[in-house]
């Protein structure tokens, strides 16, 4: 079965200090994934696939095909880094999210 | 661009009744989604539909019918509403068979059933 999972409801962090949200994904064939993000007040939107090998805001996820993960990183979060952050399966004609992660960034 | 809209922004029933969370993009895309959002459960997919004219059940359907209208429009139809379906409800939109599937969001619809 196609699964995403996010073992962490809630991750609290201080400022400056290194992030790492955990994703776990189980799919047959050659995933893509993505990691989205819904800042207070305002709509899910996507922040990167891995795909595009990119950095947004800077975070950053390696697709681990041994370890089925695609964790999301940063090396020093920021106080504007707190949302809520799900992980998401691209399966045929839609996609599979996980359950989410909050991120909260203490000053 | 307006992007994703959804109607209404919130809304209180009582079991029982029904109502239709409206939603329509205006990107063209083909592929249109109803999720709801749950503390703790994250996004559930309830319906989709990969293109006008089809439509299919999501994860968690039961209680729900969806209307693909036309190419712009989805709509979420709950006919007699429960408490267990009080809950946050966005649309997404997306053109699958892109290289990158991204899915567009509505602002969502709080829906408190009591």
């Known amino acids: 079965a196609q699964r995403v999972t996010q073992p962490e409801k809630l991750l609290s962090v201080f400022k400056g200090a290194p992030v790492e949200l955990k994703c776990n994904y189980s799919y047959s064939g050659s995933p893509e994934l993505f990691w989205y993000v819904q800042y207070s007040r305002q709509r899910l939107q996507l922040l990167l696939r891995?795909?595009s090998r990119e950095s947004i805001k800077g975070f950053t996820a390696d697709l681990n095909k041994g370890e089925t993960s695609f964790h999301l990183k940063k090396p020093f979060a920021q106080e504007e880094d707190s949302a809520m952050y799900y992980c998401?399966?691209?399966?045929?004609?839609?996609?599979?999210f996980g359950s989410g992660t909050r991120l909260s960034i203490r000053p | 661009n307006a992007g994703v809209t959804q109607t209404p922004k919130f809304q209180v029933l009582k079991t029982g009744q029904s109502m239709t969370l409206q939603c329509a993009q205006d990107m063209n895309h083909n592929s249109m989604y109803w999720y709801r959002q749950d503390p703790g459960m994250g996004l559930r997919l309830i319906y989709y539909s990969a293109s006008e004219g089809t439509t299919d059940k999501g994860e968690v359907p039961n209680g729900y019918n969806v209307s693909r209208l036309n190419k712009r429009e989805f709509s979420l139809r709950l006919e007699s509403a429960a408490p267990s379906q009080t809950s946050v409800y966005f649309c997404?939109?997306?053109?699958?068979?892109?290289?990158?599937?991204?899915?567009?969001f509505g602002p969502g619809t709080r829906l408190t059933v009591l």
């Open positions: 891995h795909i």
């Open positions: 997404a939109s997306s053109e699958l068979g892109s290289s990158y599937n991204e899915q567009f």
């Open positions: 998401a399966l691209s399966s045929a004609s839609k996609i599979i």
